[in-house]
Nanobody
Framework: QVQLVESGGGLVQPGGSLRLSCVAS????????LGWYRQPPGKRRELVAY???????NYADSTKGRFTISRDNAKNTAYLQMNNLTPEDTGVYYC???????????????WGQGTQVTVST
């Protein structure tokens, strides 16, 4: 059974930073792709960024230049560094794991429980 555990969410002021972590309990972590999604209040869940097993990354237009996704295969962990946060970044952030060949335009794979990020004064 694959389990994903996110951490690092919290309350931050606009312009601040947070780093989210996602630890995966899977033996073939280095053969998977990892993604971060978020669900703003009252809205649908949306893709934030993803990273393939070779390190290739992709970002939503709203996060380019501010967010950085990375992975440490030795620790079975994915990260999302979020800088220059705005209130529009508020939401529940979910980690997602799927086979490296899978597309991220559709929601599938394994999910964490989510971690709340609130950007507010």
């Amino acid at each position: 059974q694959v389990q994903l555990v996110e951490s690092g969410g919290g309350l931050v002021q606009p312009g601040g930073s947070l780093r989210l972590s996602c630890v995966a309990s899977v033996k073939i972590f280095d053969q998977t792709a990892l993604g971060w999604y978020r669900q703003p209040p009252g809205k649908r869940r949306e893709l934030v960024a993803y990273i393939r097993n070779d390190g290739d990354t992709n970002y939503a237009d709203s996060t380019k230049g501010r967010f950085t996704i990375s992975r440490d295969n030795a620790k079975n962990t994915a990260y999302l560094q979020m800088n220059n946060l705005t209130p529009e970044d508020t939401g529940v952030y979910y980690c997602n794991l799927r086979p490296n060949w899978a597309a991220f335009q559709v929601e599938n794979g394994y999910w964490g429980q989510g971690t709340q990020v609130t950007v507010s004064t």
